[in-house]
């Protein structure tokens, strides 16, 4: 999310000044207007709304509601994302677009609430949440939006994913399209600050030391970030030590205090959770996300899962594709670091699939006879595939061990008194990607391993030379047999796709903006990797304690894969027990990590069996 925010601000300076020829053509032909519409409780938000010239037919509304602001404020002056090509095509069709500061943030009244939980059965005024902030909205703006013709759409990215998510679940009569896109949905199990307990320090601080930042009346301010006077996230995170060591700089930001509360996925956190009331959906949904979003791929798989159990006659549809956080908004989408697709992707999801399905939706206009129920591209391959369900039918559940010398089969091993050990040291974690950076880097979920594969404390595993494709399309399940000589300890599992030692990209298949050289040939792509704390292994609700040098199983889900391994390439399984500072170190031994102190962290001695009683693997979705 922090990421997204950063580019936000830098794409917000930068268009401020911009006198190109969208940007003269926006000006010419839609009006801006500044209102403070009114909530059931008293609360006003404030709200831009964009219309255009054109009074000869009426036009769909297509609202976004933020907490990151709707700025530039005043009627003069127009939000520059409306010159990019992802917002400009709606201006091009003629919508009315709508942004809104939500509740409590920037020139909006209120008190603003991280996911504010959603209220089921609202009986009074002062039952307000996030759905109804949009009911109100959209009932002010289909009755006082001069030409609209009563069909609203909602869409956003991240946070506003969340809105959009809401905005559905206020079924409001005229709303008949949202998109939520990279949806923030629960931030305990898995998107931007916590994947299964494990909470996600550098996002997590670097997000909440400027958003979190109490703002006691509206205001057109900006956050000023966090100065961290280093380039070096690795050293940074690891000096200042234990996490409540970092509360020194969340001076007043409730929300990390929160956190720091609620240790456990006590029922603060469900309430929180974005998929509890995904019942009778009325608008037509479109999930969206990407492969490799750091920040909320989880949330987007997810989503779509919920409505689907829940709510199984909504029109709910699910693309996702090999962006980073927010990557299909912008143009491009042919590489992500050093890995490339081989076609415009962010271009080919704009006009095929977005557009289209507002459109459709909203000024019944056009066809959806493309659009799937899952529109998924497949990395490895670089294909589109349009599939009839994910996770698709036709998937079988294949299991993959770990086996002696190192390497991956799918046959049981038959070794008895097999196991791998490595020593978790919490003084030098291993690091999430290679190289000295401090802002955390979009390419890491599908960087080279190469760097982690060379430490003591990383197991590898792999498979001989793939004699055919194998195409992975669902839920990784991770099913160790472990031993520890500690009471507690992480577990990251990675999924990796290991190059021929010959291969390079031919020139032909080349694109623009690879972040950093490297050399292709044996290179490690990351397809998925997750963490896991140990002490949830039975329950997220009611940790537990290991006890040392017993045999116990770590069982959990990797986030959903998308991936084809072609014939002479390799499938690499690496365990280690730390990703920093993208997650915190785990002391190690079973206690409170938000209230312990650096002398807590010890070392960890941990086994990973591989025989035939005990047997370590992976559960993969092959697709037949």
Request: glycine share 6%; proline share 5%; hydrophobic share 35%.
């Amino acid at each position: 999310m922090k990421n997204f925010y950063t580019a936000f601000l830098s794409i917000l300076c930068l268009s401020l000044f911009s006198q190109n020829a969208d940007s003269v053509w926006v000006v010419q032909n839609y009006n801006k207007q500044e209102v403070m519409i009114e909530m059931r409780d008293g609360k006003k938000l404030f709200t831009a709304i964009y219309s255009p010239k054109n009074n000869s037919e009426k036009h769909p509304i297509l609202v976004m509601r933020t907490p990151y602001s709707c700025s530039p404020y005043g009627k003069e002056v127009f939000y520059p994302r409306l010159y990019l090509s992802h917002w400009l095509q709606y201006l091009k069709e003629g919508y009315i677009i709508v942004l809104q500061d939500v509740r409590g943030r920037y020139m909006s009244e209120g008190e603003f609430v991280d996911v504010r939980p959603f209220i089921e059965n609202k009986k009074t005024k002062l039952d307000f949440d996030e759905a109804s902030d949009t009911y109100d909205a959209v009932n002010w703006l289909v009755k006082n939006v001069s030409n609209n013709n009563g069909n609203v759409g909602v869409f956003g990215i991240s946070y506003p994913g969340f809105y959009s998510t809401m905005a559905a679940l206020s079924n409001h009569p005229a709303i008949k399209a949202v998109s939520p896109q990279a949806p923030v949905t629960d931030w305990f199990m898995g998107d931007d600050f916590h994947h299964n307990g494990a909470f996600a320090l550098m996002d997590g601080f670097s997000f909440y030391s400027s958003f979190g930042k109490p703002r006691p009346k509206p205001t057109t301010e900006h956050e000023r970030g966090f100065d961290f006077k280093s380039k070096d996230n690795y050293d940074f995170f690891l000096k200042n030590g234990a996490l409540k060591n970092f509360s020194n700089y969340m001076s007043g930001i409730k929300f990390w205090e929160d956190i720091g509360n609620h240790p456990n996925y006590d029922e603060w956190w469900k309430a929180r959770d974005a998929r509890r009331a995904c019942k009778n959906i009325k608008p037509a949904m479109l999930i969206v996300g990407g492969t490799f979003d750091a920040e909320d791929c989880f949330g987007a798989w997810n989503l779509y899962k919920a409505i689907e159990k829940q709510s199984p006659s909504t029109n709910n549809k699910l693309v996702m594709g090999p962006w980073s956080h927010g990557g299909w908004s912008r143009s491009g989408g042919a590489n992500l670091g050093n890995v490339r697709f081989g076609s415009n992707t962010s271009n080919y999801y704009s006009t095929n699939i977005e557009l289209l399905f507002f459109n459709y939706y909203l000024k019944s206009k056009g066809s959806l006879t493309v659009l799937a129920e899952a529109n998924i591209f497949f990395t490895g391959e670089n294909n589109w595939k349009h599939l009839n369900a994910w996770p698709p039918k036709e998937i079988e559940q294949k299991e993959v061990y770990l086996i002696a010398n190192n390497k991956l089969s799918f046959d049981k091993p038959q070794t008895q008194n097999l196991f791998y050990k490595y020593i978790s040291n919490p003084e030098k974690p291993v690091p999430y990607a290679d190289g000295v950076h401090l802002r955390r880097t979009l390419e890491y979920m599908i960087d080279d391993q190469r760097f982690a594969a060379r430490r003591p404390d990383v197991l590898v595993f792999e498979t001989e030379i793939l004699e055919k494709d194998i195409t992975l399309a669902g839920t990784i399940i991770a099913d160790l047999k472990v031993s520890l000589s500690t009471t507690d300890a992480d577990f990251v599992v990675k999924v990796i796709d290991v190059f021929p030692n010959d291969f390079n990209y031919e020139a032909a298949y080349c694109c623009k903006g690879n972040y950093k050289d490297v050399e292709m040939g044996g290179y490690q792509m990351l397809v998925r990797g997750e963490i896991m704390r140990g002490k949830y292994r039975n329950s997220f609700e009611k940790p537990k304690p290991f006890t040392p040098n017993k045999i116990e199983t770590v069982k959990y889900e990797l986030p959903d894969v998308a991936h084809t391994f072609k014939k002479g390439h390799k499938l690499m399984v690496q365990i280690q027990s730390s990703w920093f500072p993208i997650f915190d170190r785990n002391p190690q031994q079973f206690v409170d990590i938000y209230k312990c102190g650096d002398t807590d962290f010890i070392e960890s001695e941990i086994k990973v069996f591989c025989e035939k009683d005990n047997s370590s693997k992976l559960i993969l979705p092959i697709l037949k």
